[in-house]
C-alpha cells in the first residue's frame, strides 16, 4: 500500500450518509504496520464529513488510557481486545460509527469481537500484508527489536497471527493505494445488511 496520505474526495459523501442508515464496529485486524490506523483515519474523516458520529478505537490510544494497567502477555493481551470490544459495543448502541484498529492475532480473539459487539454490528476488515512488507514500514523500530529479542511475543516474528477465517473485507495493502483501499472499505460498508 502506498502510504502517502489520500487524496480520496469527499464530494461524494452526501450519497455515502444517504446510503448507511446503521451504525456499526468495522474492525480492522492484521500485523503491526499493516495500514490499520491509516485507512482507519482516513475512513473516519469520510464518515465524519458524511455527518454520522465516528469514534476512532486504536491500541495505541486504549494503551495510553483505559488499557494503560496492561501489558503484552498473552493474558493482557486479551483483556485488551476485550475492553477495546465493550467500548466499541456501547458506542455502536449510543449511534456512533466504531473504527477500531487491533492486530487481534488468534481466531479466540476474533470470535470473541464478534460475540461481544454482535456479528450483525459488525464489519470485519483484514489486512493481509506480508511481514516483509510490514518490516518495511516500521517507523517504530518493533520488528527490529523483536528480530534481536527485545520485544518477546511479538505478533508476526515470535507469536503467531491467524487469518481470520470470516472477514467481510480483505485487503492486500502492499498492493493497493491508500484510495483502493478506503474505497473497497466504503463500498463493503454500503453493502453491510441494515437489519
Same mark, same amino acid.
Given at each position: 500500500? #502506498? ?9 461524494? =459523501? ?6 448507511? $442508515?446503521?451504525?456499526?464496529? !468495522? ?11 491509516? *485507512? ?17 478505537? =486504536? ?7 483505559? +488499557? +494503560? +494497567? ?9 483483556? +485488551? !481486545? ?7 459495543? *456501547? ?8 473504527? #477500531? ?13 464478534? =460475540?461481544?459487539?454482535?456479528?450483525? #454490528? *459488525?464489519?470485519?476488515?483484514?489486512? =493481509? ?12 523500530? *518493533? ?6 529479542? $527485545? ?6 516474528? %515470535? ?8 472477514? %467481510? $473485507? ?14 473497497? $472499505? !466504503?463500498?463493503?460498508? !454500503? ?5
Amino acid at each position: 500500500m #502506498n502510504t502517502q496520505r489520500s487524496s480520496t474526495p469527499l464530494a461524494g =459523501d452526501i450519497t455515502l450518509r444517504a446510503s448507511i $442508515v446503521k451504525p456499526m464496529a !468495522i474492525w480492522f485486524s492484521g500485523l503491526s504496520g499493516s495500514g490499520k490506523t491509516t *485507512l482507519g483515519q482516513i475512513i473516519e474523516k469520510r464518515l465524519r464529513a458524511a455527518g454520522m458520529l465516528v469514534k476512532l478505537l =486504536d491500541g495505541d490510544i486504549l494503551r495510553d488510557g483505559l +488499557n +494503560n +494497567n496492561l501489558g503484552f502477555s498473552l493474558t493482557d493481551r486479551h483483556e +485488551n !481486545i476485550r475492553r477495546a470490544a465493550e467500548v466499541s459495543k *456501547l458506542f455502536v448502541q449510543s449511534g456512533f460509527f466504531t473504527i #477500531n484498529c487491533f492486530i487481534t492475532p488468534t481466531h479466540e480473539l476474533q470470535q470473541m469481537v464478534k =460475540d461481544i459487539i454482535g456479528e450483525e #454490528n *459488525l464489519m470485519s476488515v483484514y489486512l =493481509d500484508t506480508p511481514v516483509e512488507v510490514c518490516e518495511e514500514r516500521d517507523v517504530k523500530g *518493533l520488528y527490529r527489536k523483536a528480530r534481536l529479542g $527485545v520485544i518477546p511475543e511479538f505478533t508476526g516474528i %515470535s507469536s503467531p497471527f491467524e487469518p481470520p477465517i470470516h472477514s %467481510s $473485507v480483505i485487503l492486500a495493502t502492499h498492493r493497493l493505494s491508500i484510495d483502493e483501499a478506503v474505497e473497497q $472499505v !466504503i463500498a463493503a460498508l !454500503i453493502k453491510m445488511p441494515i437489519e
